[in-house]
């Protein structure tokens, strides 16, 4: 199962995530750049281990690269591989995408993530991935340059809800929200 989330919308109180439903990332340096993250978790409990491999498409490796500091995430020649147990199965994993700069000036492009069963590594045989209770596995990174003019515009929580106040009742049922202009 994957879920893109608002970066950096860890909640700690709650220990919960904003879902935006969008991944986007931007090139730059280390104050410039705008990273994104997913997570990845199981469906169902496995029997075993299973390891899931995350696989780039066509030309997504000179576009984005992935990391994560969860010691079930792993990189192995260039490929980058999670391990759930049947004890952690439930415990999401936080992937953080990152765009790779280059001094190219560019349109926008897709980068594409595909998520599958590495049957290597997998110790539960029995184990379909993906399955009717995951998502299929394959999702789109948007990656942006920061060579090339333009703004981009970060909704909080994916999109941009005002409420405006009744005033003919007591309360205060204003709803404010948030956006990031780059």
Known sequence: QITEIEAGSFNAVDGSFVEDQDTTVIEGDAITQLNDEFLVKLAKVPAGNVVAKLSL??????????????????????????????????????????????????????????????????TDGDYIFPNLRSSTGVFEVNVLDNDTAGAYVRQSGGSTQLGVDDLTTAGDETVTDTYTLR
């Open 57 to 122: 498409g066509e030309d997504a490796d000179e576009q984005i690269k992935l990391s994560s500091a969860d010691s079930r995430f792993s990189i192995v020649d260039g490929v980058a591989f999670v391990t759930f147990t049947a004890a952690d199965w439930g415990d999401a994993i936080l992937v953080t995408v990152e765009a790779r700069d280059d001094a190219r000036l560019e349109d926008p492009k897709g980068a594409v993530i595909s998520i599958s069963l590495d049957e290597t590594q997998t």
